[in-house]
């Protein structure tokens, strides 16, 4: 799944975690948007359920690329699955989505980490 590295010297161990979505090329534009102004509850509740570096890219075509740090991806996922805010959210996004099926963190599947350059 993604490898577990320690941060630096006397940090938390972090796994390094890496997935890819595909949202609608004629939602793109939209997909941008909402992510410019993310709730702040909404990034409260990402903050407490142990995302850390959380980033989002996509390419012209829709392709997005999310990365993040987290102590365990599972219980973070979890956590957030367990969010009001969170389902909110989700039900909000399904929609900018392709080919989907359920809510869109379900389809977080990572990237198996072939190399890292500490």
């Not at 890819?20 to 990402?46: G, I, N, S």
């Not at 359920?49 to 989002?56: E, P, V």
């Not at 997005?64 to 989700?90: C, H, K, P, W």
Request: proline letters at 4%; aromatic letters at 8%; a negative charge.
């Amino acid at each position: 799944m993604s490898r577990t590295d320690s941060a630096a010297a006397g940090e938390k161990n972090l796994q390094r975690v890496c997935f890819v979505l595909k949202v609608r090329k004629d939602r793109l534009a939209e997909y941008k948007e909402r992510h410019a102004a993310v709730w702040p509850e909404m990034r409260a509740a990402l903050r407490a359920a142990g995302w850390h570096n959380y980033s989002l890219f996509s390419d012209e075509e829709g392709t997005v690329i999310g990365y993040l740090e987290t102590e365990d991806f599972d219980r973070a996922r979890a956590a957030m699955a367990e969010s009001e805010v969170n389902a909110r959210r989700q039900a909000e996004m399904a929609p900018l989505f392709e080919n989907l099926p359920g809510r869109p963190d379900e389809g977080m599947v990572p990237l198996t980490e072939i190399f890292h350059l500490a």
